[in-house]
Structure formats: C-alpha cells, structure tokens
C-alpha cells in the first residue's frame, strides 16, 4: 500500500501515466479503484505471507528444531530425524572457546589470539575470531540444546556441545559475576576493585619506559575501565605498590593499638566463648534431656502409662488424640531449639582466637603473601574495594569490620578505653 501510494504522488508531481505489463488503469474514477483494489489484494498477499512463514517457523522450533542456517559449531545434513548434526571439527573449537572464556583469564582479544594461536577457524574469509562473534557464540544457548525464539526458551532436540555448569561460568563472566581473574603478572588484576565515581571495574595496565642507556623500567597501574569519563569524572589511576600499601595500611586498621588492649581484649574473648560454650553445653544436655523424656511418654501413651499415673478419662479417644498432639507439637519445638542451638563445638573458641591472632598481623602476612594468596585475603576479609583518585575505600565482613571500628566507647570518659 506504501508504494502504491509513493507511485500515485510521482504520477501527480510528473504529469507521466503509469504502464503495467498486465493491467492498464485509466484516469477515471473506476481505473483510480481498480488500482486500489489490486493494491490491497498484493497487501494481503504479502501479510499472509508472512504470516504463513512465520507459523511455519514458530512450529518448527516448537518440535524442537531451528530455523535456517545451523550457528557455529554445528551442521545442517539431509537427514530428516536429525537436520542439524554438531560439526566434527567445529565442535571442539567450540568447546575450546568455552573452556577458555570460563576460566576467566581472557578477554574477547585476548581470545581471538590464543584460538588463532592453537590453529582454530571462524571462517575461511576471516580466520581470526572477532569481538562480535566471540559474543554471540558465547551467548547463544543453542549450544547446551536451547532454542530462543520470540523471547521464549524451547528445548532443543539436537545434540548438546557445551554443558550447562560451563556455559553458566561463561554467562557469570560475561554480567560480571564473576570477575576475569586478569594477567598473572598484574597482581591486583581480576576486577576485585570499582571506581568510586561511575562504578566501573578497575583493569590493570602495564607500562614499559626505555631509557637513552637503554635501561628499561617496567610500571604497573591499576586504572578505572571507563574509557569515556564525564567532565566530573578525576583521573582514578594507582601505582600498583601504592594501590599494595594502601591495602596493607586498611588491613592494619584491625589491630589493636597496643599490645596491652590486644592482650586483654584476647583474654576477655576467650572467657566470652567459654562461658558462651559452657552455656550452649548445658542447653543442649538439658534440651537432648527432655527429647527423650518427650519419646518415652509417647511410646508409654498407648499403654494408658502417663508419667506413672492416668485417670479413667485418659482411655477415652479424644483426649488421646490431644494428649498425642501435645507430645508432639512439644517434641517438635524442642527439635527446632537444638537445631538452632547447633553443634557445641570445643574447637570453635581456639579457631576464633586464631582468627583474631591472624587479624593482627594481617598486614605484615598479605605483603609476604604470593599474588594467589592476596586474592584470597582481600576476598576473604572485605565485601567491595572502592578505588577514588586519592583513597582506598572498602566494606568489609563480619568480624573483621567490627575489629577495624576499634575497641573504643562512644561515650568513654577522657582517654579511658
């Protein structure tokens, strides 16, 4: 209808009539409807076109099939019990690019170039992988037997290449869930650090400056990933030994600030937890005590043998039937306390004064530490690392954040602790 509408305003604006191969439409009023009707006639043509192609597809995928040509890594044949077939060696491409990506140690770049590199194909035109298409495959479900049609999920019925728990690492990675661990020889890399202005990850960047006696200096930064920065946006740019002792010097704010405070503070929390275990031991005898006083009434309950003594109006059905209940909604309670009461374990005081121990030396271990190990430590003891262009700011875990606050009262009197 567009173009018929297009062809009638060129007639009008070029005074020339319009020839057709099979219909001539004069001037009148019966050739201007005669027109029309043919075009609504081809408008409808056109609709249910696509219409009928489109429920055709829609069916297709509905039984398990995809439409068109077969995505990467797989095979379109000339079988009717299985159309799309995984390509011999396609396939283990795939499998390489997913097992690459997951481990969380390459970017889109950095994996076009390790596939390059092992002898893999995108296609005889383009041999590398590009940005594009590593996003695509890596994004694309029908690999783990997953057809996507019209925003709905359907189960394939073709054979699955990648299992589901690697195609979840590499979604993990792909949303930032799960940050790139980066370059070995960049030991703050992997994402573990945001920019304080916009949010953006930090990324670990690797200078080197040559000398005129050809000496050679090699500089690690830790930069803000944002590579269009707003007016507002400073320059968020660490040396990585500054970024290294503003870690430690964050890590030392847990310590005591003598070893005096240290020493008493270690001694009023192992008291604390043996006074606290002590009590859990005893409701827990006392709890396990009276379960079983609970169990023995209610085998004894049918005997008519409540406690040693039952009265005549014990043996009638209903209050039997009450009685039971009552054991056994009493039983349950006491189930639910010892389950929230837990384990008592004896062990558990000398592991919390290890903790603490290690709290006080924190700093001093993470910088004796290897890059794996500083992972784990800055991991372990703080929920975000926030990098500004001058401060360090970070949140971090119970009980480290407790520990960093300090041993002080609000309300102390002068300098007394």
Not at 27 to 53: I, R
């Amino acid at each position: 209808m567009r173009d018929a509408v297009r062809l009638q305003k060129l007639e009008d604006a070029c005074g020339v009539q319009l020839a057709f191969a099979e219909n001539q439409f004069g001037l009148t009023a019966a050739g201007a409807l005669s027109f029309n009707v043919m075009a609504a006639v081809a408008q409808y043509y056109s609709d249910n076109l696509q219409s009928e192609v489109l429920k055709g597809m829609n069916e297709r995928v509905r039984q398990g099939w995809p439409t068109g040509l077969a995505t990467c890594g797989y095979v379109n044949v000339d079988d009717p019990n299985e159309p799309v077939q995984p390509h011999p060696e396609k396939s283990r491409t795939l499998i390489r690019i997913f097992g690459l990506y997951a481990s969380g140690s390459h970017a889109f770049q950095s994996l076009g170039a390790q596939l390059e590199r092992e002898g893999h194909v995108y296609r005889s035109s383009q041999p590398r992988f590009h940005r594009t298409a590593l996003s695509h495959i890596l994004g694309n479900r029908f690999c783990i037997g997953q057809l996507v049609r019209n925003g709905q999920v359907y189960e394939g019925k073709h054979r699955r290449v990648i299992v589901r728990r690697s195609f979840d690492a590499c979604q993990d990675v792909l949303s930032g869930r799960n940050p790139r661990t980066g370059a070995p020889q960049h030991p703050l890399a992997g994402g573990q650090f945001r920019c304080g202005y916009g949010g953006q990850s930090t990324t670990a960047e690797r200078i080197r400056r040559k000398f005129e006696n050809r000496d050679v200096h090699k500089h690690v930064y830790e930069c803000c990933s944002n590579n269009r920065p707003g007016p507002d946006h400073p320059r968020v740019r660490w040396k990585s030994g500054d970024l290294e002792r503003a870690i430690a010097n964050d890590l030392q704010s847990m310590r005591a600030a003598t070893p005096e405070i240290a020493g008493w503070f270690r001694t009023e929390l192992k008291a604390a937890v043996s006074d606290l275990t002590a009590v859990r031991r005893r409701q827990s005898k006392s709890l396990a005590k009276r379960k079983a006083e609970l169990e023995a009434m209610q085998d004894r309950l049918p005997d008519a043998y409540l406690a040693g003594a039952v009265n005549q109006e014990m043996y009638e059905p209903k209050m039997y039937v009450a009685t039971s209940n009552k054991l056994k909604v009493e039983q349950a309670k006491v189930d639910e306390a010892l389950m929230q009461l837990g384990d008592v374990d004896p062990a558990s005081a000398e592991s919390l004064l290890a903790l603490f121990d290690w709290t006080q030396d924190a700093a001093e271990i993470w910088l004796g530490s290897n890059i794996r190990t500083k992972g784990e430590i800055i991991e372990s003891v703080c929920l975000n690392h926030t990098l500004t262009d001058v401060t360090l700011d970070t949140t971090k875990r119970k009980p480290f954040d407790v520990l960093a606050e300090g041993l002080t009262l609000q309300n102390s009197r002068g300098d007394r602790i």
